[in-house]
């Protein structure tokens, strides 16, 4: 196996320069950087990334924080993280939170050894000591669907959003309009469910309808509590002509409750999800989308320049759209009846 000497010696150079051609070094002349380049494919020589990463003092890693890295939504701002880091010198680290204990310990461990040379962080939005921590530490991170003032982020407005879904709804005529989403105040601090609350509300007050508690259920985020949660809407007197669901794993949970009570989508519910994953589009489901590829690409291109020393804007908000497909309709008219 050939080794830098080897390169080194073939080329006429020194071992210094080598190592300043792998590195993309500026100060090499082109004559001599392609002797050096083709003195490395000649000898099939391939740098032990080991001892690369000690000669920059760098990992050449990023690190990721998750929550819940099998949820659809964060499956597609994953994939977007991969492909910003395509062609990049970057490995990829994935530490993955399912408690409220591995979000802490993650966010205080990534910090220390310098493990990572800059950090990605989805859907958790740090305290101000974690911000801190993160600026001694002089670790560069970018949060994606989160936010903290001292941190770059890339976040869409939820607060329009769920008006945008609330105000569909209304459009068609409904007047008995459900909202299904997550608790709140939740343990890792998630605070989209309840913006979209939020919005549904401003909705409903702009129409001038009535907010009814009855028509608003909480829970723990999966497809099996929203399924839940919708049968209780069903036993309401009178029960609700349509349901918004705070994300589309919630709608799915809604869809399968409304088969079983003998509900007909769209003709006796109209059901709205949220986030727009690829299981929305084979279900025909109306949803509100946001661009959950481009945000993992935004927060890569974010954190690149961030390493590369270049000024970067502190908050990237992206658009929203409405996709109208097959679980949306104006009301039945009269009373409902099952078949």
């Given at each position: 196996m050939a080794t830098i000497r080897d390169v080194a010696r073939l080329a006429g150079v020194g071992v210094g320069t080598v190592s300043r051609v792998l590195n993309n070094h500026p100060s090499v002349r082109e004559q001599t950087r392609r002797r050096v380049l083709e003195a490395i494919e000649a000898l099939n020589y391939h740098p032990d990334p080991s001892a690369r990463r000690l000669s920059l003092r760098r990992t050449l890693t990023i690190g990721v924080i998750v929550p819940f890295i099998t949820n659809p939504s964060v499956v597609e701002r994953l994939r977007g993280i991969t492909l910003g880091l395509e062609g990049t010198e970057y490995d990829l680290v994935i530490f993955n939170v399912e408690t409220v204990q591995n979000r802490d310990r993650y966010f205080k461990e990534v910090v220390r050894g310098k493990r990572v040379d800059g950090l990605i962080v989805i859907s958790l939005s740090p305290t101000d000591d974690e911000a801190e921590r993160f600026a001694q530490a002089d670790l560069p991170v970018v949060l994606v669907d989160a936010a903290h003032p001292r941190l770059p982020h890339v976040i869409i407005d939820d607060v329009q959003g769920g008006m945008m879904a609330t105000q569909h709804l209304i459009n068609l005529g409904h007047r008995r309009i459900a909202f299904l989403g997550d608790i709140h105040p939740n343990p890792f601090g998630f605070t989209a469910s309840y913006h979209r609350y939020l919005?549904?509300?401003?909705?409903?007050?702009?129409?001038?309808?009535?907010?009814?508690?009855?028509?608003?259920?909480?829970?723990?985020?999966?497809?099996?509590?929203?399924?839940?949660?919708?049968?209780?809407?069903?036993?309401?007197?009178?029960?609700?002509?349509?349901?918004?669901?705070?994300?589309?794993?919630?709608?799915?949970?809604?869809?399968?409750?409304?088969?079983?009570?003998?509900?007909?989508?769209?003709?006796?519910?109209?059901?709205?999800?949220?986030?727009?994953?690829?299981?929305?589009?084979?279900?025909?489901?109306?949803?509100?989308?946001?661009?959950?590829?481009?945000?993992?690409?935004?927060?890569?291109?974010?954190?690149?320049?961030?390493?590369?020393?270049?000024?970067?804007?502190?908050?990237?908000?992206?658009?929203?759209?409405?996709v109208v497909r097959q679980t949306t309709a104006p009301p039945r008219p009269g009373p409902k009846t099952i078949a």
């Open positions: 919005g549904y509300m401003q909705a409903l007050e702009k129409a001038e309808l009535p907010y009814e508690e009855k028509y608003v259920v909480l829970g723990e985020h999966s497809r099996y509590t929203a399924y839940a949660l919708a049968m209780g809407l069903f036993d309401q007197s009178p029960p609700p002509t349509a349901i918004f669901a705070a994300s589309d794993t919630q709608a799915l949970g809604v869809l399968a409750a409304a088969r079983e009570a003998g509900y007909h989508v769209p003709e006796d519910l109209s059901v709205v999800g949220y986030d727009d994953v690829e299981t929305a589009h084979y279900l025909g489901l109306t949803t509100i989308h946001q661009p959950l590829v481009d945000s993992g690409i935004e927060g890569v291109s974010l954190l690149m320049k961030i390493l590369a020393g270049e000024e970067v804007p502190n908050e990237i908000r992206l658009p929203l759209s409405l």
